[in-house]
């Protein structure tokens, strides 16, 4: 009779556990995924910081924030879409819009001078908004989080990218690179 309590109780306890923390779809190791970081290929979103560089026009030069709809606004060329571009693109688009009866052989350049936040949640000291920096990992995530708290599971991570509602649990066997507006989640152990 003792043993069929035991069980019971611990069948209780493990159906309680369950429903404390949501199941991400996959876990994957982290020398499995590629990595990221801003590079060329970067893609801007609302959050991140341009400076954008006219050559030769020092009034059209200018720092923009990515606006919450995706777009910059700039003087003469007005409200440009930089959402989901390379800087590169974006610096194309104004160059194109400045030439059409504004300048002559106008030279571009826009500069991500500040990425969007990177958010870390669950068992650090400071779960937040954190500034990301260029090559950020997961380690240097929870380095400005203020570190694991003592009940953290130190090996693993949750993350989620920005725009996805997909979690992935990602086993930190090297350093795992971020993005910015990824959300990371530090679970509980409980052994």
Same mark, same amino acid.
């Given at each position: 009779m ?5 069980? =019971?109780?611990?069948?209780?306890? %493990? !159906?309680?556990?369950?429903?404390q923390? &949501? @199941?991400?779809?996959s876990?994957?190791? *982290? ?20 400076q ?10 200018s ?14 060329a ?8 390379t800087?590169?693109?974006v610096? =194309?688009?104004?160059?194109?819009r %400045? !030439?059409d009866?504004f300048?002559?052989? &106008? @030279? ?5 001078? *500040? ?6 949640l ?12 260029v ?15 003592y ?13 996805t509602?997909?979690e992935v649990?990602?086993i930190?066997?090297?350093d795992f ?13 409980y052994?």
């Amino acid at each position: 009779m003792r043993k069929l309590s035991c069980v =019971a109780m611990l069948a209780l306890f %493990l !159906a309680g556990c369950a429903g404390q923390v &949501p @199941a991400p779809a996959s876990t994957i190791v *982290a020398s499995s995924m590629a990595e990221s970081s801003p590079a060329e290929d970067y893609r801007l979103g609302p959050g991140d910081k341009l400076q954008l560089i006219v050559y030769g026009e020092q009034n059209l030069t200018s720092e923009q924030l990515v606006a919450a709809d995706g777009s910059v606004t700039v003087p003469l060329a007005g409200r440009v879409v930089a959402e989901g571009k390379t800087s590169h693109e974006v610096a =194309a688009e104004i160059q194109t819009r %400045l !030439a059409d009866g504004f300048l002559r052989n &106008p @030279a571009v350049v826009a500069v991500v001078t *500040a990425y969007r936040p990177f958010y870390i949640l669950g068992e650090v000291n400071n779960p937040g908004q954190y500034e990301y920096a260029v090559g950020m990992t997961a380690r240097d995530a929870v380095a400005k989080a203020g570190g694991y708290t003592y009940r953290a599971k130190k090996n693993e991570i949750v993350l989620r990218h920005e725009k996805t509602t997909e979690e992935v649990r990602v086993i930190l066997d090297q350093d795992f690179r971020i993005r910015p507006g990824d959300t990371l989640r530090i679970d509980e152990r409980y052994f």
